[in-house]
C-alpha cells in the first residue's frame, strides 16, 4: 500500500502563488506516476499535473501550464506542486496521488488540501 499526505493549502489573494507538498510513504517501488487532482465545486475530480518516477518526465493539463511546477526529490517521499499567478478559478481541493504500475487510473489518493483564492 502506499500512503499520501498533503499539506500546505490555505487562502490567499489572486495573482498569489503557493506550493504544496504530500509526503509519499509505503511501497514506493509500486509507482509509476505520481500527480496532482484537484476538485472545483460541483464538478468532477481532474488531473493537473504528473511525473514519472522513472524517468521524470511531466504533463500538465493546458489550464495550469506555465503557472504551476510539479517535482519532487530525489527520494521520491516527496511530491510538489509549486502554483504561481493562482486565480479564483483555482479554488479547489487538491489531491496528491499515485498510479501503481500496470494500473490504468490513479488508484491511491491523499485526503486533500483546500485551496481558495479570492479576487
Known amino acids: 500500500q502506499v500512503q499520501l499526505v498533503e499539506s500546505g493549502g490555505g487562502s490567499l489573494q489572486a495573482g498569489g502563488s503557493l506550493k504544496l507538498s504530500c509526503a509519499v510513504s509505503?511501497?514506493?517501488?509500486?509507482?509509476?506516476?505520481m500527480g496532482w487532482h484537484r476538485q472545483v465545486a460541483g464538478k468532477e475530480r481532474e488531473l493537473i499535473s504528473k511525473?514519472?518516477?522513472?524517468?521524470?518526465?511531466?504533463t500538465y493539463t493546458d489550464f495550469v501550464k506555465g503557472r504551476f511546477t510539479i517535482s519532487q526529490d530525489s527520494s521520491k517521499k516527496t511530491l510538489y506542486l509549486q502554483m504561481n499567478s493562482l486565480q479564483s478559478e483555482d479554488t479547489a481541493v487538491y489531491y496528491c496521488?499515485?498510479?501503481?504500475?500496470?494500473?490504468?487510473?490513479?488508484?491511491?489518493w491523499g485526503q486533500g488540501t483546500q485551496v481558495t483564492v479570492s479576487s
Open positions: 509505503g511501497d514506493i517501488w509500486r509507482i509509476c506516476d
Open positions: 496521488t499515485a498510479r501503481r504500475c500496470g494500473a490504468v487510473f490513479f488508484e491511491w
Open positions: 511525473i514519472a518516477n522513472d524517468n521524470g518526465d511531466i
